[in-house]
């Protein structure tokens, strides 16, 4: 059985065909040739009757007067030769051709006979009519070769053949036009699942969809029902349980800060260090795990108009001052870049770049560390115009292949220095997405560092 449902019903469908044409095509050539072979012996027919007509009994004798022009007609034919015979009641031969006298046939009154039979040494059909001779029977035998009953045969043959094969195409291509259509509420359902993202679990639309198809659908929808209901279920936890964690880890955190500002033996320094670096750790695991539940969130909401610029200049606020503080020149190339989105996801998506660059440009170089955060507007190969955020570093940059892993949650490259988690890149993945953006890794200036490109779709 084919994996097909399309293939399978065009091979029944092809395999029946095949079975049946033939006996019909048989039924309809054997019918036709019956037909043209009667129209014939009708004619081959009447042509005995109008002879016998000409039989008639004089006196006791019996005499058969035919004239020349009649005669003549008898035997004109375009492609067949024509022979007739009178016989009388003893068989003796009236007039006509000799060969016709054999076979010795016998009729009753009235009747009348077709049959195949050979003259000199030519297939021919005969005709043989019962002729009341007085109260005897005469016969008339009027016999044709088969030349016409042939070529007919064969024209018969041709035509049949040529109408079952246009028909035969004709009826494959109505066959594959209608499985095709039967297939599209199926294709339409297919389109609808390819072109959605994981998020998109709203109900398939139905249209007209036949009712043989709505028990697969109304299963689907159930199960995106659960998906996102469970999906729902995760994200409240993680945005609860991050929001619950952020109160003590500040805290913490805070307590760290002052324990390091206070009168401390020596020996302690490095372990509240230690402490201190662990809870900024989770801290911001926990703002991220935050962020990514309500990136999840508002995937499906449209947003609103949004300048990238704008986004950047607020980021700025926040981020320079950490930025001198770890010694790392910040620097902002800031345009115009239009696109319609969600405020807070795209800060959180830019602080996520931002954060990741003062990570590894200021913890694993010895130069200083540079950043540039870029907005503006590219035009590609398409022509259209597509806004862009972009953070470049001067650090130790991603391997080629490791750039496609880095952006699984709690992944972090083998080497990595830095302080994170392994969920910024995810997020930001998350957040474009969300957006219906690309994030591309590219090299940093002179192939050094990395250079982290967000592109939106033109329109937004």
Known sequence: MLNSLKATLLLWVVLLTVLIAPVRLFFDLRGQLQRTSDAYDVGLSDWALALGNLVHV??????????????????????????????????????????????????????????????????????VHAVECGARLCQVRVAETLVKRDKARNESLVLTLTLALVFALVFAVAIWW????????????????????????????????????????NAIDQLLQRVAADATRQRHFIADAAHQLRTPLTALRTESELALLEAHPPAVHATLERVHRSTQRVARAADQLLALARSEASSNEPGDPVDLKAVAQDAAQDWVPRALERGADLGFQLEAAPVRGHRHLLGELLANLIHNALEYATGT?????????????????????????????????????????????????????????????AIVRDIARSHNAGVELLDGEDGCGLRVRVVFPPGR
């Not at 039979?117 to 030519?122: A, E, G, K, Q």
């Open 365 to 425: 170089v010895q130069r200083p560390a540079r950043i540039t955060v870029r907005t503006g507007v590219l035009k590609q190969q398409d022509g259209a115009p597509r806004s862009m955020f972009e953070v470049e570093d001067n650090g130790p940059g991603i391997a080629a292949e490791e750039r496609a892993k880095v952006f699984e949650r709690f992944y972090r490259a083998p080497g990595s220095t830095g302080a994170g988690s392994g969920l910024g890149l």
């Open 178 to 217: 209608v499985v095709r259509h039967a297939m599209q509420p199926l294709e339409s359902v297919n389109e609808q699942l390819a072109q959605r993202s994981l998020d998109d679990l709203r109900p398939l639309r139905r249209g007209r969809m036949p009712s043989e198809v709505q028990p697969l659908l």
């Open 58 to 127: 004089i006196d006791g004798q019996v005499e058969f007067e035919l004239n020349q022009q009649t005669e003549q007609s008898l035997r004109t034919s375009a492609t067949d030769t024509t022979y007739y015979i009178v016989l009388d009641a003893d068989g003796q031969r009236l007039a006509g051709d000799a060969p016709l006298a054999s076979p010795p046939i016998t009729l009753a009154r009235g009747e009348r006979r077709m049959f195949n039979t050979r003259v000199d040494d030519h297939p021919v059909r005969m005709a």
